[in-house]
């Protein structure tokens, strides 16, 4: 997924761009291809589950809001429908998993924001799939986001006493996510909610970022990353 928000970022060096973006998107094919497979292949029972899951498969919808450009839109249609598909199965799973089997462990409490990255990312590409228009289905998937959003708020007593983990770095992205789907939304229709949303997404987001990276550094001092549970 790094590849291809780097490929993004370096738009003004084309070759360089595509260079990491065809590795990015062979990457991401082998390892959500590989995840599915193990799936499969696998006994795994469901309070192994958590929302991390999430990340190899719907990582994909990503290929179709970088992909402009490079790949056609077939391609890219590739990609959204593999992304959309296991995001609705996974979603399932997890609210099934969360619901009946007992909340997640404290280092995956944090994981919950995940659930507001693959319709931000959907929507994304989406829009550039179908020619920009902000239309019901487009509005359908950010409200999804904005829906877990706002239940990680309802959620945020859990998150008071646990622990730093490394699963924090799981509310980084989100919010990123979130604001860059706010941002274009506000873009597209004008709405001076989303203009506002955008911009306590974007507060929230780097506040979090910047708490999350102290964190990191401290626990690297401390020498608490990867210690053997």
Wanted: aromatic share 20%.
């Amino acid at each position: 997924m790094s590849l291809l928000l780097l490929s993004n970022i370096f738009r003004e060096i084309p070759i360089f761009s595509l260079a990491l973006f065809s590795f990015g998107v062979g990457f991401q094919t082998f390892v959500a291809f590989y995840v599915i497979a193990y799936w499969l292949n696998k006994d795994i029972q469901i309070v192994h589950s958590n929302p991390a899951w999430f990340i190899p498969v719907a990582g994909n919808l990503l290929v179709s809001v970088s992909g402009v450009g490079f790949v056609n839109e077939y391609v890219l249609m590739f990609f959204f429908s593999l992304g959309m598909f296991f995001w609705i199965i996974l979603t399932a799973i997890l609210f099934n998993r969360i619901i009946f089997h007992g909340m997640l462990a404290q280092k995956f409490l944090p994981t919950l924001a995940i659930f507001i990255a693959p319709p931000a990312v959907a929507m994304l590409g989406y829009l550039n799939i179908n020619g920009g228009e902000f239309d019901l289905f487009a509005q359908f998937l950010l409200n999804i986001a904005l829906t877990f959003a706002l239940l990680l708020f309802v959620l945020a007593k859990n998150f008071y006493k646990i622990t730093f983990f490394i699963s924090w770095w799981a509310f980084t992205f989100p919010f990123a996510a979130l604001t860059l789907t706010f941002l274009t939304a506000y873009e597209k229709t004008q709405y001076t909610p989303f203009k506002l949303l955008s911009l306590f997404s974007l507060v929230l987001a780097s506040i979090i970022i910047a708490f999350v990276g102290l964190k990191t550094i401290g626990a690297i001092l401390r020498g608490d990353i990867c210690k053997e549970e």
